[in-house]
Structure formats: C-alpha cells, structure tokens
C-alpha cells in the first residue's frame, strides 16, 4: 500500500524524532475502508494532490469552501421556502455562526437601507 494511504506518513525530515514514527506522525484524516472511491482512482488522486503547488491546493480547497457554502444556501432556500437572499445568506449566518451575529448583521443592513 502506498505511503499515506492507510497508514501515518512521516516527514523525511523529522524522521525517527521521538522514537519509532516520530512526533511528525500525521494520521490520515478518512480511515481507509470506509470509502467509495475505487483504491487505484483514490492513489491517483493522492499522487496529483502531492505533485499540486501550494497555490493550486489552495485553490482547490477554496473552491470546495465554496461550492459547500453554495449547496447550505441552496438547502436553506429550499427548506425555508425563501427566495430573498438577503434572508438566506442571514439565515445561513446564523446556523453556522450564531443568532447575535446574524442578529447584528441583520441590524446594520437594516440602517444601511434608511
């Protein structure tokens, strides 16, 4: 099995630091076993994140940042039955970060429109 794929992966550099495994020891984040993804697809797509720059999975993580946020407003709108996305955004606001923030949001939009 491939380094990393089921397996702690060690930095070169820290190596042996801390005895067997090292301190550096990153466990992988989704256990091997519990996916969907065909083993040699999901190796290939490990190998093309490792060889992707730092801008490009940057990239790649903002974009589904973004795409995420997209489908909880999507669900909201359709749940709520509200086609306002003002409201949606705020709702959206409040569920992930708090009634007093939406709250206070929704007051400073409300003195912007006076």
């Known amino acids: 099995m491939p380094e990393g794929i089921g397996r702690p992966m060690v930095s070169k550099e820290l190596e042996g630091i801390g005895g067997p495994g ?10 091997v076993g519990f996916t969907d993804t065909d ?31 997209d489908l ?19 709702r959206f606001v409040e569920l992930h970060y708090g009634r007093d923030l939406a709250e206070a949001i929704r007051r400073r939009l409300t003195r912007q429109q006076e």
């Open 22 to 31: 090292g301190w550096a020891t990153i466990e992988p984040v989704m256990p």
């Open 39 to 69: 083993p040699v697809a999901e190796r290939l797509q490990v190998a093309l994140l490792r060889a992707a720059g730092t801008t490009r999975r940057l990239a790649l993580a903002l974009s589904l940042t973004d795409t995420v946020h």
């Open 72 to 90: 909880a407003r999507s669900a909201i709108a359709r749940t709520l039955h509200v086609a306002d996305q003002t409201e949606v955004r705020l």
